[in-house]
């Protein structure tokens, strides 16, 4: 069995995690919507992650929605001490599967009570407010009214800790001078790398940073650079994407998602790869314009 321990660990809130954890997207129906095809496929997985040593979960309320949440409970209830699951508010899914907003005072606090139902806990580790200005990636916009109603919860009991996604350098700046902010989720990958000035500004500040699609999403990633490399180590590119994203800052907790047991090994094998200084400068040159100078 893969020992994760190689890729190292990182702070998130007052823990301390294993730096690769896993995403449960996928674990709901297609499109992130109803239940899944193979529900006892998806409770094998995570039990899988878990006895694997995956020690954080990322998941939310608004997968499926509920299913991930009641999938999560039903394997790995009652959870053990050192597990980290980290959900996620701000929007709620049409009856035609849509994404919507969903920031209002209300929207929110039944947010973080559907997840302590469906989790079946009665505080949330991590809670990150996902800001939706925009469906093409973060907007500019005051978080101000509702990272306030998420943290009145915190002030409650109800939540441990608290994180953003989908957000703007100018929105966490703002949201620090709220609460305090132990993590940040946004998009990133060897092919997204909007954020890289960012993760090293937050891996100075202590803050553990999730990139979310980080094998590229709803549109896996593709690169005959990519493939050339992953030849070269014997590997998978999808394992030296996420290799890629250990050797990039220690901050980075990986949440990579998947519905197949197989496919979870495969993912882990990738605290086993080292990559070299000619195998970075090749997979540095994939985001080509995206990437600062």
């Known amino acids: 069995m893969t020992d994760i321990r190689k890729a190292g660990t990182f702070k998130l809130g007052d823990r301390i995690v294993k730096r690769l954890g896993y995403g449960a997207m996928q674990l709901a129906g297609k499109g992130v919507f109803g239940p899944p095809k193979d529900r006892d496929g998806a409770l094998a997985v995570l039990r899988e992650a878990v006895a694997s040593g995956i020690d954080h979960i990322d998941t939310s309320d608004f997968y499926g929605p509920h299913v991930t949440n009641q999938i999560i409970r039903e394997a790995l209830h009652p959870y053990a001490d050192d597990l980290v699951i980290v959900t996620k508010i701000g929007a709620r899914r049409g009856e035609d599967s849509s994404w919507n907003p969903a920031f209002s005072a209300e929207e929110l606090t039944r947010a973080v009570h559907d997840n302590l139902r469906n ?175």
């Open 119 to 293: 989790l079946g806990l009665d505080v949330l580790d991590v809670v990150n407010l996902r800001l939706m200005f925009s469906i093409h990636g973060p907007a500019e916009g005051s978080l101000e009214a509702p990272l306030t109603v998420l943290a009145e919860l915190q002030q409650q009991g109800l939540v441990r800790h608290i994180g953003l996604s989908n957000v703007t350098r100018k929105q966490i700046a703002e949201g620090r001078t709220i609460a305090d902010i132990v993590c940040v989720q946004n998009q990133y990958n060897l092919a997204h790398r909007n954020d890289d000035a960012l993760i090293d500004e937050l891996a100075a500040a202590g803050i553990a940073y999730a990139p979310f699609f980080p094998l590229g999403g709803f549109t896996p990633l593709q690169s005959t650079a990519l493939s050339d490399v992953a030849a070269q180590l014997d590997a998978t590119p999808m394992q030296v994407a996420l290799a890629w994203l250990l050797q990039r800052s220690p901050n980075i907790l990986l949440i990579p998602g998947t519905s197949s047991v197989t496919h979870l090994r495969e993912n882990l094998a990738a605290v086993d790869i080292a990559l070299p200084d000619d195998a970075l400068k090749t997979l540095d040159h994939i985001a080509g314009d995206n990437a600062p100078g």
